[in-house]
């Protein structure tokens, strides 16, 4: 078994010695050869995750060829903004049979495609999969306990990505629920924007609370507007990341929020992060697409009026406050209503 992490940012770097360390041979690629230089001196990836030193068994690269022509099992988490073009030069070199996991939380805009979507329609001979849940990266890497999903139609890779995966304080859960698992990774990233808003703004733990579980409304609203399963989002992939980066400041999104909070225009906080928060392009997308479906998303649509036309936070606050109040929980396992019937 071979495998090897295309992309090396935080989370890269992390999967990567998480799979070098269960004694797997990874090839760690970046396209960036000063970054390779840097990691080669100094065992480490100081750029993104420093700290923490690779494991032996990896081997970093920028030779696309090298890193997936033999590797079994191949995890790409490079920014959404790339993925497609990355997953385009795979196609060339990528062996027949292989394992291709999606760990990039995004959607891109031209079609409303998730990335397990565009690796379907660019590797049809690969065996696709997704991971998502509460899995931020410093943690990960200092062995504190965590837990992923791994999702795919293909038995056979569920249970290989669980195999390579698996540590003393990584567990991995499995899903067949593809796009749910992987709308819930994407989505949640609006909202962690809005939460590092909120804390910094010193709200409140019940108002925390309040945005946190209407956020989890509105992601089952849309989920089921695009034909999704809104139960996923009760486990790891939904709810698990979504207080995660709601409420770390380890989370890009949350940063950003926070930055914002502290006045900061948006070309600012984006700049000082140093670091894609890939919430501002998944705001864009979302809203656009939920004014298609007419689906009720104030939050997001708060957030997308504050970022990109100049709404005044305040104002969005109260109408957020003063807007029609809904029903609590809006879907119901039918066995449990019948039950309450």
Not at 265 to 276: D, P, Q, R, V, Y
């Amino acid at each position: 078994m071979q495998a090897a992490i295309v992309g090396a940012g935080n989370f890269g770097t992390a999967v990567a010695n998480i799979v070098a360390g269960n004694g797997v041979p990874t090839q760690l690629w970046m396209r960036d050869s000063e970054q390779l230089a840097e990691i080669r001196a100094h065992g480490e990836n100081r750029r993104y995750l420093p700290g923490h030193r690779l494991e032996r068994l990896i081997a970093p690269t920028s030779d696309l060829v090298r890193a997936v022509c033999s590797s079994d099992v191949v995890f790409v988490t490079v920014p959404s903004a790339s993925f497609r073009d990355v997953a385009g030069e795979l196609r060339a070199v990528l062996p027949a049979g292989a394992c291709v996991i999606s760990a990039t939380k995004g959607i891109e805009a031209d079609g409303f495609k998730l990335m397990s979507q565009i690796l379907e329609e660019l590797l049809p001979e690969a065996r696709i999969g997704v991971i998502s849940g509460p899995n931020l990266a410093e943690e990960m890497a200092d062995g504190r306990f965590s837990g992923t999903v791994v999702a795919s139609r293909d038995d056979g890779l569920r249970s290989t990505v669980q195999e390579i995966l698996k540590s003393p304080t990584f567990r991995v859960y499995s899903s067949t629920d593809v796009y749910g698992v992987e709308l819930g990774g994407a989505l949640k990233n609006i909202y962690a924007i809005v939460a590092g808003l909120a804390t910094t703004l010193d709200i409140g733990q019940n108002a925390l609370a309040m945005l946190i579980t209407r956020s989890l409304a509105e992601m089952g609203r849309f989920a089921v507007a695009l034909g999704a399963n809104p139960f996923t989002f009760l486990g790891l992939a939904g709810v698990g990341d979504l207080f995660a980066t709601c409420t770390s400041p380890l989370s890009r999104n949350f940063q950003l929020g926070a930055r914002l909070a502290r006045g900061a225009t948006l070309a600012e906080a984006m700049e000082s992060l140093g670091k894609l928060a890939e919430g501002v392009n998944t705001v864009r997308v979302v809203h656009a697409k939920s004014s298609e479906l007419g689906v009720y998303m104030p939050l997001a649509d708060g957030l997308y009026r504050m970022l990109f036309e100049g709404a005044d936070l305040a104002t969005i606050v109260h109408q957020l406050m003063t807007s029609t109040q809904r029903m609590d929980v809006e879907f119901a396992a039918p066995t449990a209503w019948s039950y309450q019937q």
